[in-house]
């Protein structure tokens, strides 16, 4: 099988198992947009599940994914999803669908400078109290939200987490349940979370952004 056939055979595996998740949640399947995850993949990667109609990619270096948009064409939905340093804002800000990890009050100043129309992000939330990762508590969302207010350009579209990697799919649902709670009351959010390891949990709890690399892409390579 060609490559490019593999790529597409795993993106249709990964939808058949979103529909099966929410047809067990009783959800419309259209409520879940997949993300798919392109970090250290090939731009030929990304261009044939273009060619098959996906349109939505996560990356997660700036450097990366500047030096590949450069060649995609440009009705591409890029999400940033990775560690953002707000020096970095800059290049984004105007130029991606959705940036997923903002947390801090300079990252918000910092893409607030650059803009001139209003750019969707998403607060960052740390569920697992996991000093490796980014986010606030979500003790601290509301706090956030205020601080936020404060940069009308930016506009507030939701949340997102990223669990710890190591623990039980018990644990990893309650985390997702924590985002769930932090997003009632607000109907119109996207709530993004779950990855190849636990999508159909995030599903159940009522994501809608799943972010999947290595199911679709396979195992990556770091340098
Ligand atoms: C790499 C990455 C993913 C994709 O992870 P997989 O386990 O390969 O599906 C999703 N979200 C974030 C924030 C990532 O950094």
């Given amino acids: 099988m060609s490559r490019e056939d593999e790529l597409v055979q795993n993106l249709e595996g990964i939808q058949a198992r979103i529909n099966a998740a929410c047809e067990a949640a009783g959800r419309d399947p259209s409520e879940v947009?997949?993300?798919a995850v392109s970090k250290t993949k090939p731009v030929a990667d990304i261009q044939a599940l273009y060619d098959a109609g996906?349109?939505?990619?996560?990356e997660n270096y700036v450097?990366?994914?500047?030096d590949k948009a450069e060649f995609l064409?440009?009705?591409?939905?890029?999400?940033?999803?990775?560690?953002?340093?707000?020096?970095?804002?800059k290049y984004l800000a105007g130029n991606v669908h959705l940036i997923h990890s903002i947390y801090r009050r300079k990252q918000l100043k910092e893409l607030s400078k650059r803009l001139d129309e209003p750019q969707k992000i998403l607060v960052q939330i740390n569920?697992?109290?996991?000093?490796?990762?980014?986010?606030?508590?979500?003790?601290?969302?509301?706090?956030?939200?205020e601080t936020a207010a404060e940069f009308p350009e930016v506009q507030v579209a939701g949340i997102m987490t990223i669990p710890p990697f190591d623990e039980p799919i018990e644990t990893t649902q309650g985390h997702f349940r924590t985002m769930k709670s932090l997003a009632q009351g607000h109907p119109d959010w996207t709530v993004s979370?779950?990855?190849t390891s636990d999508f159909e949990a995030a599903i159940a709890e009522g994501a809608t952004i799943i972010r999947v690399g290595t199911a679709i892409f396979g195992a990556r390579n770091y340098q």
């Avoid at 996906?54 to 996560?58: A, I, L």
């Avoid at 109290?129 to 706090?143: C, R």
């Fill in 33 to 35: 947009t997949l993300v």
């Fill in 54 to 58: 996906h349109r939505d990619f996560g």
């Fill in 63 to 66: 450097q990366e994914w500047q």
């Fill in 73 to 89: 064409p440009n009705d591409i939905r890029w999400h940033f999803i990775g560690v953002l340093q707000s020096n970095k804002c």
């Fill in 127 to 145: 569920t697992g109290n996991d000093l490796a990762k980014g986010g606030i508590e979500p003790e601290e969302l509301e706090e956030f939200l």
């Fill in 193 to 195: 979370m779950g990855m």
